[in-house]
């Protein structure tokens, strides 16, 4: 009985270690926004090398104005080329739920990406992915493109919820033995 209970501690214990690494929600640029900083180039570079991302965080792009989140391959975030951009957010605030690997993101109005509004990202992979295609949502569940609203992912406190849970059962065993 004894190890049945350590074995439902150290699970317990996990899920709370999993839990305090539940997704964070980022806000590009913090106070700056999301705009044509007035830094340059390196405003969000700059940003961005100041944090560890996960798969699974959320970047929260706040901007007033004429701007735009849109993703685009590394070649066109390098040459801020807006030929081809077809993932874009027009409305504020945007909310993006980064995927593992490497996102590019411009604002593809004017010289807006040349003159700095550019962002690139990379996300480390934990456990397994989450609903991938489509990370986009927003907040006012407005839609200004045809991408269909992501569902909705499981909360921090569902997990919170079943931490608890297994902690009680974890007691009554103690208690039972
Ligand atoms: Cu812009």
């Known amino acids: 009985m004894a190890s049945l209970v350590a074995v439902i501690v150290v699970l317990a214990a996990a899920l709370v270690q999993a839990a305090a690494a539940a997704a964070k929600t980022y806000i590009v640029g913090d ?7 007035p830094g340059g180039v390196v405003a969000y570079s700059d940003w961005a090398s100041q944090h560890k991302f996960m798969a699974g965080d959320i970047l929260v792009f706040n901007f007033t104005g004429g701007h735009s989140v849109a993703i685009v391959s590394m070649d066109d975030f390098d040459a801020c080329n ?12 945007v909310n993006y739920t980064l995927n593992s690997g490497h996102t590019y993101f411009i ?9 700095g509004q550019q962002l690139a990202v990379t996300a480390s992979a ?7 295609p489509a990370p986009w949502s927003s907040p006012s569940g407005q839609s200004d493109n045809n991408t269909p609203l992501p569902p909705l992912q499981p909360s921090s406190a569902t997990r919170v919820v079943t931490t608890s849970f297994l902690i009680s059962i974890a007691f009554v065993i103690t208690n039972l033995c």
Not at 107 to 115: K, S
């Open 31 to 37: 106070s700056l926004g999301w705009k044509v900083p």
């Open 82 to 93: 807006t030929d081809n951009v077809t993932n874009v957010k027009l409305n504020s605030p």
């Open 107 to 115: 604002c593809f109005y004017d010289d807006h990406c040349v003159e």
């Open 126 to 132: 934990i456990g397994s992915p989450t609903s991938s």
